[in-house]
């Protein structure tokens, strides 16, 4: 492979694209198509910004304005027709999701490195894949599926805090609520079923309801083949947002093998080819790891895997796009750790009440390589930081330990 292997992203410049494209960048040359909704009132601010401070690696940046997923997947065949490209890829869960859904259409010279579409979604229907793991034998939490607001009054069998999560959709504030009463889940129904709250790419998302576990957050993250196991690579949640359990702010490598058995099991039940990542809940009363979910896509800390030299992204690449033989599999080495500085980072330090001023710490810490040592620019990381930084909470709750603001839209 060389730099003239050309690779298609579909997607915005983030935190799961940024390390991909500066670790693999010298073998490939990555192009971004960056979706914008037509009439947004930033788009020529966007533009302007991300032709300026780009990814180092990625020699283009296209974009193409949309109103609704037919634009979208029209547009994006017609520039792939009009482009040569070895391949696509696409990190968020939108872009892989309307990928797998289209994958017929698209040319036939161009490689894609996910499964199909019914595949997708036994994966990232969280009731499905909770059901495949208990007839797997796999440890889950209690768990029932939600279809009316009526079904709520049949939890007798869970206990308070009860979570409430969509089914499909994924995010800490869009997708899951935590709630101590009935009264607030009934609340927290009306928000998670609402048109403002669901994705417009699962219109009729339905709910799943679980037992709240109170522990930390592992997973299995793992390239796929039609079932077969590429790459993997094992890690724990030290730090999340919010800290009661969320998305990963500080990642520690651990080497544990049962999540790659359970992985190998759920994979050759579902046949799914492309990235995964398999989310765990150690329950420390049972001292056992259950399985909450799967997101059949990149995930937020994909950078771990490469500073660990696990080559998740590169199998991706290299097995399924250009149909190479090479096994990557190896054990995960112990205690390497990743934080995304003045984001994710900073944020899980002010929620667990730290003074602001941690953050002269972050900007400090920006210029060690041993925290974050990828090939994108001092721009880029500040760019992607801007959003947490003018959103950082200002206050903390006693009670759970998380910003009010932060609180009132997870618990009720």
């Not at 492979?1 to 991909?20: E, H, K």
């Not at 010298?26 to 601010?45: A, N």
């Not at 930390?216 to 949640?237: M, N, P």
Request: charged share 25%; proline share 5%; hydrophobic share 40%.
């Amino acid at each position: 492979m060389n730099g003239n292997t050309r690779i298609l992203i579909f997607d915005v410049p983030d935190r799961r694209s940024i390390p991909v494209v500066g670790s693999l960048g010298k073998k490939y040359q990555f192009d971004y198509l960056i979706p914008i909704r037509k009439g947004f009132w930033g788009q020529p601010f966007i533009i302007l910004l991300l032709k300026i401070i780009k990814p180092r690696f990625s020699k283009h940046i296209h974009f193409i304005p949309f109103n609704d997923e037919y634009d979208l997947i029209v547009g994006l065949i017609n520039f792939m027709s009009n482009h040569k490209y070895e391949g696509l890829l696409a990190f968020s869960e939108r872009s892989t999701a309307l990928i797998c859904k289209h994958k017929a259409k698209f040319p036939p010279e161009v490689s894609i490195p996910f499964g199909s579409f019914e595949d997708f979604n036994k994966l990232n229907d969280k009731f499905s894949i909770l059901k495949i793991a208990s007839e797997l034998h796999i440890p889950t939490p209690k768990h029932i599926k939600i279809e009316a607001i009526e079904d709520l009054n049949n939890l007798k069998n869970i206990e308070f805090p009860i979570v409430l999560k969509c089914r499909k959709a994924s995010g800490v504030k869009e997708a899951l609520r935590i709630c101590n009463s009935l009264d607030g889940l009934k609340k927290a129904y009306g928000e998670l079923t609402s048109s403002q709250a669901r994705y417009s790419f699962f219109p009729n998302d339905k709910l799943v309801a679980e037992e709240f576990i109170e522990g930390k957050i592992y997973d299995g993250c793992f390239s796929v083949k039609e079932g077969v196991i590429l790459a993997s690579i094992t890690q724990k949640r030290d730090w999340t947002i919010p800290p009661s359990g969320g998305f990963g702010a500080r990642i520690i490598t651990q080497n544990i093998p049962k999540l790659i058995k359970y992985g190998e099991m759920l994979f050759d039940r579902v046949k799914w080819t492309g990235p995964a990542q398999l989310e765990f809940i150690y329950d420390e009363k049972q001292n056992e790891y259950k399985l909450i979910e799967i997101n059949p896509r990149f995930w937020g800390t994909t950078a771990i895997s490469i500073k660990a030299d696990m080559k998740i992204a590169e199998s991706i690449l290299e097995t399924i796009i250009f149909d190479s033989s090479h096994s990557y599999r190896k054990t995960t080495p112990e205690g390497i750790t990743f934080e995304w500085l003045l984001q994710e980072s900073y944020t899980a330090e002010r929620l667990q009440g730290k003074n602001w001023t941690v953050i002269f710490n972050h900007i400090k810490r920006i210029f060690s390589k041993e925290i974050n040592n990828f090939s994108y620019s001092f721009g880029i990381n500040l760019l992607l930081s801007l959003p947490y930084v003018l959103n950082n909470p200002i206050e903390k709750n006693p009670n759970n330990k998380m910003s009010k603001s932060l609180a009132k839209r997870l618990f009720e």
